[in-house]
């Protein structure tokens, strides 16, 4: 039997009475994974059915069958489900805030004051987004992206207006310490003519594309096509204008209901090329992040010890024997020191 006090929790209270409903007609399987959806509904509203069945020890199938005898079409309809119920309340659940007690300030703070129905919102609609990205993503097509920015001697541009500004510089940060040549794309100090001037044939431009769209974004794009170079665009829908003009698109919806759109995903997408950029070239990038700490010890001050003790050991591996999956593990630790 499941446990009453889960069962009859009012964080899914809808699906609680199908469980119950259906119990005497559920399987061990299906117990299994209304336990587990049931002791932590938030965290079932974000995640795949390939994690709810890990978590519930059964396959994906069974998952998808779960969803089927309750009445839905099948998973992704009863996580939808759970997820409008969390944004129609705006609530966090407890095991997410991990909010202690502090008096009775915070004990008279009613559930569904402003700060709390947009910092729920928000939170939904970003975890929303990120699992959105990761199922609809194509992986052959994210490989080729990397596969391009890592390519040796390859120059990028990176460009971003408006809101894909901060996006672009933190791809530019990211890229340069993985030992890409990439260049930020400056229209506004340059002028236009002298920045797409600097594009040349089999040259990389990478362009942030968020509503509403700068149209200089469209400019250079087209004009990185007419010179022959390659075009990468990272945008928040598949409606965007320049999506006909760019050779790779990668699609990273952040729509809600706030009127300040999210850029998490986008930023998601440029980390995680870069972490597969380090997978790609785990030898080069080591090389580079050495010579890099090597010439310029009159940063050390600002030198973490992580950082040291990674790049600072005697390096004896050969290319043929080099761990990847050590080397990519020990930069990304000390990534968040590069910044």
């Given at each position: 039997?499941?446990?009453p006090?889960i069962?009859?929790?009012?964080?899914?209270?809808a699906?609680?009475?199908?469980?119950?409903?259906?119990?005497?007609?559920?399987?061990?399987?299906?117990?299994?994974?209304?336990?587990?959806?049931?002791?932590?509904?938030?965290?079932?509203?974000?995640?795949?059915?390939?994690?709810?069945?890990?978590?519930?020890?059964?396959?994906?199938?069974?998952?998808?069958?779960?969803?089927?005898?309750?009445?839905?079409?099948?998973?992704?309809?009863?996580?939808?489900?759970?997820?409008?119920?969390?944004?129609?309340?705006?609530?966090?659940?407890?095991?997410?805030?991990?909010?202690?007690?502090?008096?009775?300030?915070?004990?008279?703070?009613?559930?569904?004051?402003?700060?709390?129905?947009i910092?729920?919102?928000?939170?939904?609609?970003?975890i929303?987004?990120?699992?959105?990205?990761?199922?609809?993503?194509?992986?052959?097509?994210?490989?080729?992206?990397?596969?391009?920015?890592?390519?040796?001697?390859?120059?990028?541009?990176?460009?971003?207006?408006?809101?894909?500004?901060?996006?672009?510089?933190?791809?530019?940060?990211?890229?340069?310490?993985?030992?890409?040549?990439?260049?930020?794309?400056?229209?506004?100090?340059?002028g236009?003519?002298?920045?797409?001037?600097?594009?040349?044939?089999?040259?990389?431009?990478?362009?942030?594309?968020?509503?509403?769209?700068?149209?200089?974004?469209?400019?250079?794009?087209?004009?990185?096509?007419?010179?022959?170079?390659?075009?990468?665009?990272?945008?928040?829908?598949?409606?965007?204008?320049?999506?006909?003009?760019?050779?790779?698109?990668?699609?990273?919806?952040?729509?809600?209901?706030?009127?300040?759109?999210?850029?998490?995903?986008?930023m998601?997408?440029?980390?995680?090329?870069?972490?597969?950029?380090?997978?790609?070239?785990?030898?080069r990038?080591?090389?580079?992040?050495?010579?890099?700490?090597?010439?310029?010890?009159?940063?050390?001050?600002?030198?973490?010890?992580?950082t040291?003790?990674?790049?600072?050991?005697?390096?004896?591996?050969?290319?043929?024997?080099?761990?990847?999956?050590?080397?990519?593990?020990?930069?990304?630790?000390?990534?968040?020191?590069?910044?």
């Amino acid at each position: 039997m499941l446990d009453p006090t889960i069962a009859s929790s009012d964080h899914a209270s809808a699906l609680a009475s199908r469980i119950r409903d259906a119990q005497t007609s559920l399987s061990e399987n299906d117990r299994a994974i209304a336990a587990t959806i049931l002791r932590d509904p938030f965290v079932a509203a974000f995640s795949t059915a390939e994690q709810v069945a890990r978590a519930s020890g059964v396959s994906k199938a069974a998952v998808a069958r779960f969803g089927m005898r309750l009445g839905y079409a099948g998973y992704t309809e009863l996580r939808q489900n759970l997820r409008n119920r969390w944004l129609e309340r705006g609530d966090f659940d407890r095991s997410v805030a991990r909010e202690p007690a502090a008096g009775p300030a915070v004990e008279q703070a009613s559930a569904s004051s402003p700060a709390r129905k947009i910092l729920a919102t928000r939170l939904a609609q970003d975890i929303g987004s990120l699992t959105r990205l990761v199922e609809q993503l194509d992986p052959p097509g994210f490989a080729r992206c990397a596969e391009l920015l890592a390519r040796p001697n390859a120059i990028i541009h990176v460009l971003g207006e408006r809101r894909g500004y901060p996006l672009a510089a933190h791809a530019l940060l990211l890229l340069r310490w993985v030992d890409c040549d990439a260049r930020l794309f400056r229209p506004g100090e340059l002028g236009l003519r002298l920045a797409l001037a600097a594009i040349e044939p089999r040259h990389v431009v990478l362009a942030f594309a968020l509503r509403r769209y700068p149209r200089v974004t469209g400019v250079a794009l087209e004009h990185a096509r007419e010179r022959g170079a390659v075009s990468m665009l990272i945008t928040d829908s598949i409606n965007c204008p320049f999506v006909r003009l760019a050779d790779q698109v990668l699609v990273c919806d952040s729509a809600g209901s706030l009127l300040i759109d999210s850029s998490i995903p986008a930023m998601f997408c440029i980390e995680a090329l870069c972490d597969l950029i380090l997978h790609l070239s785990p030898e080069r990038v080591e090389t580079y992040v050495r010579r890099v700490h090597e010439r310029t010890r009159a940063a050390d001050f600002d030198d973490a010890d992580v950082t040291a003790e990674v790049l600072r050991r005697p390096t004896l591996r050969s290319v043929a024997s080099v761990d990847t999956t050590k080397v990519g593990e020990d930069l990304i630790r000390c990534r968040g020191r590069f910044r």
